[in-house]
């Protein structure tokens, strides 16, 4: 067990009110997994990566939970070890490259950088590595394009930069935020190729955040579907395509066109919208959007509970 | 709200019936304001009923100003008291424009609210200021005996070195001081903004020309200019508006021209434009009032600058000469008497610096409350 | 099913582009040398009344430029665009205002495209009142009947843009484009900024209004899943020339251009476990100014030839309703 969180609860102090982004949340992830969290925008799934790594911008804060990496609470962490974990043991890569890497230095600059710090190379070594490293990532001419910007870069070429900046400390875990969103599709597909390919050459696992399920379909061994801060469904993601409990997984699975299928027909979609998370419904945050939902989803939240081996699901209509 | 019944007929009485309907604030500005101008009316009744007979005009404005606005408080509270009870059975529309949040955080900002009253007060009393004045500005009897008096209830402010009552100087003063730093300001925005959107506008070669002329009027040493101009004509309030309002306004033509420019580009333009929006509808409707909020901020900074240039000028003798009060010339006047009447320059100078004070703090709470990142709460 | 399969005349041909050439300058304006970008090269299109047309395309390809040129948004720098049977470039201004209540167009960013201090019912209002199509006491209903159509209720029309939310604005977007009743439409991206469940709502109100109304689309996306469920064409875009069109059956399962093969294969079937063969494509060279001698895909294509180097394919049929223009294939 690589990471293990048991109810992880980071709230946001907003003049408004509380806001809770992860509001009980628990998962594993096991090493060389590949496990993917899946939402819409505002699901509260970065704040989960970002509450891995304390990194949660202010207003916010973990205000309970467990988070274990390796073994130990990162919570009990002082910032000097918090530090050597985000470089070393665990990689965060970002949705938008172009703002992630840092404008006035070089792209070879920014990953040396890592190297020195975390795996305490010298110039010279750190600078071998990282044209290295930019060749591993899929860069052609490594060489000459560590001596580039990153505006310089295309944006795949930036995605693979950052990336290549976030293996370069040899973390085991490797969190990858909506790392295809803003690219375009065949760029997309090269990245996700990239990811598989490091992970099975560093024995990485892999953390995916995104909201697109040709990604977690590709990509994913475990899948969780998140919703307004809570997990919702968790399954291996055969058992989830194939059969879906939760109304909202079916929605979204429903919401999403897929190649060849269904031209010309209206998508099944969810109606309604996401809840303002500071305007929840009461009980099932779904249920006003839900077909099943009825009484009994007013009361209170659905506990998760396991409904087959390796699945569960928080609904009452799911047994 | 059992006092909706009543409110209308409390509302004769300004103030009234928004309290009566829980209106506090805009109860209590309301009657604050009528109470306020009622009482002034019945203290200087014989001034305002002389300002009708003498028709000297300086009188004639301020009476008019207050019986007028007394009046249209009156009204106002009648209407709006009648327009609440109308809607009382509707449900409560939030209405949350854009300029309306602006509003509610800048309330929410006390030392921004403090200094909008001070404005307020002290361009109403300028306003007023035939009214309230208890003295003759340039009334000069018996000097010897009159000149340099200490403050004391008599002569609130004291006396300069020709008995003048200089309370009611600083009143005739804040006229002009204040007065010439509104109006040189409302030139500067006014044209600055108009030519930087004619130029955005048409684009090409007249754009072209006309910021390279707004280049030269910048580089010019403006304020050699402003020195002999007033050093040739007689400086009155009409020169010193134009001297200062039309060396400042290149700044905003710059300015608006950018940010024309630039939202040009952006979705919602070309949006307007995609619906056949003739270009000078697009300019105007569309994207000047989004280019606007830093050039309210500005012009509050604006105003504070004018009046402290037109201070500045009147103080060095170029600006306003006495016998007229100007803020600016009498600091310099109680210049020499500093070290035996400091009340000669102390006060000017003190409202000087309270009004410029003002202002800025004024142009914080705009900006503040202007800012865009109020519309925008995507983080999770 | 899909409406206007069965469209065949030439009569019903509502958009006709010809040779459209956007050009974009960059580098030296007073100094040094003029260089020009060519965002649209030479493009041929058509588009049938009451026919979705998908324009497909990756960034760089010139799909948003032609979007807006066609709507002469951008002034093209050469070619011909007619709409129904006028000659759209040679208006002058007040005459293309009037054109343009037949054709009108929802952008991408539902978070910039409308006006941030208006009232929503402001907005819709503002073609009805600027093209005086309804008298002023119709007004409100109209507004009303429109955000009808977009499925959000009347009170919509007193809150102001940032209070709602992506997909609500982007309906609003919807409701104004229609509020001319347009003939044709052109979508921009229409459904990249918003979240999959809200993407499958403003789909299926594209579906239903091409449905009911009638309107021709132009719909440009980078995703090809959502344009093969609304579109009865698809058009491929590479470095501003269209490589393939053909019916959208047709191309999704048989393309023929590399190119197309390419970006069908990058998409994610949504099928776990598949792991799927990719065609695999180097590296982009960087946007390239001035004439390309040759197919722009040559450099990139697995299957490239001498010719390709040489000599620009053209768009041409190769059977059906199937052009592409290779000289491989």
Known sequence: MLVEIKNLKSYFFLDEGVLKAVDDVSFAIDERETVALVGESGCGKTIVALSLLDLIPSPGRIVDGQMFFMGEDLRTMNREQMRQVRGQHIGLVFQEPGVALNPVYTVGNQIAEVLRLHRGLTKQEAKTESVQLLGDVGIADPEERAKAYPFELSGGMQQRALIATAIAGRPELLIADEPTTALDPTVQAEILDLLRYLQEQYNMALLLITHDIGVVAEMADRVMVMYTGKIVETADVHALFRDARHPYTKGLLGSAPRLGVGRGEPLRGIPGTVPDFLELPEGCTFHPRCSLGDDECVSAFPPIEDIAPGRQCACYKVS | MSNARAAPWLALVPGLGHLALGRRAKGMHLLVFAFATGFILIWRLDRVTGAFQSRAVDQLVAALFLIGSLLFVAAYSRWDVQRIVERADEPPMAVKSPWRIAGRRFRENTLAVASLYVIAVFYLAAILAPLLAPYDPSAIENVLETRYLVPSGAHLFGTDEFGRDLFTRALYGARISLSIGLLAMLLSKVLGTFYGAVAAYFGGLVDAVLMRLVDVIIAFPTFYLMLMLVGVFEANIVLLVLILGLTSWPGTARYIRGEILSLKEQEFAESARAIGLPPRLVIVRHLIPSALSPVLVSAALSVAGMIGAEAGLSFLGLGIRPPTPSWGNMVSGGQDALLVAWWVAFFPGGLLALTLISFSLLADGIRDALDPKVLMRRFV | ?329
């Open chain 3, 1 to 329: 099913m899909l409406q206007g399969l069965m469209i065949e005349s030439a009569n019903d041909v509502l958009l006709d582009v010809s040779d459209l050439e956007v050009r974009f300058p960059f580098g030296g304006r007073w100094v040094g040398r003029r260089r020009w970008v060519r965002a649209v090269d030479g493009v041929n299109l058509t588009v049938k009344r009451g026919e979705v047309l998908g324009l497909v395309g990756e960034s760089g390809s010139g799909k948003t430029t032609l979007g807006r040129a066609v709507l002469r948004l951008i002034e093209p720098t050469s070619g011909s665009i007619h709409f129904d049977g006028i000659d759209v470039l040679a208006l002058p201004g007040v005459e293309m205002r009037r054109l343009r209540k037949r054709m009108q167009v929802v952008f991408q960013d539902p978070y910039k495209s409308l006006s941030p201090r208006m009232q929503i019912g402001q907005i819709i209002a503002e073609p009805l009142r600027l093209h005086q199509v309804v008298p002023s006491s119709r007004v409100e209903d109209r507004v009303d009947e429109l955000l009808g159509m977009v499925g959000l209720e009347s009170y919509f029309r007193h809150r102001y843009p940032h209070e709602m939310s992506g997909g609500q604005r982007q309906r609003i977007a919807i409701a104004r484009a229609l509020a001319l009743e347009p003939e044709f439409i052109v979508a921009d991206e229409p459904v990249s900024a918003l979240d999959v469940s809200v993407q499958a709502q403003i789909l299926n109100i594209l579906l239903e209004l091409q449905r009911s109304k009638g309107i021709a689309l132009l719909l440009i996306s980078h995703d090809l899943a959502v344009v093969e469920r609304v579109a009865n064409r698809i058009a491929v875009m590479y470095r501003g020339k269209i490589v393939e069109i053909a019916e959208a059956e047709q191309l999704i399962d048989t393309p023929l251009h590399p190119y197309t093969q390419a970006l069908i294969s990058a998409v994610p079937k949504g099928v776990p476990g598949k792991r799927q063969a990719r065609i695999r494509l180097p590296a982009d060279p960087p946007l390239l100014a001035g004439a390309i001698k040759g197919c722009p895909f040559a450099p990139r294509c697995a299957e490239v030839q001498g010719i390709c180097r040489e000599i620009m394919p053209k768009l041409e049929r190769k059977y059906g309703g199937h052009e592409a223009a290779c000289h491989v294939r």
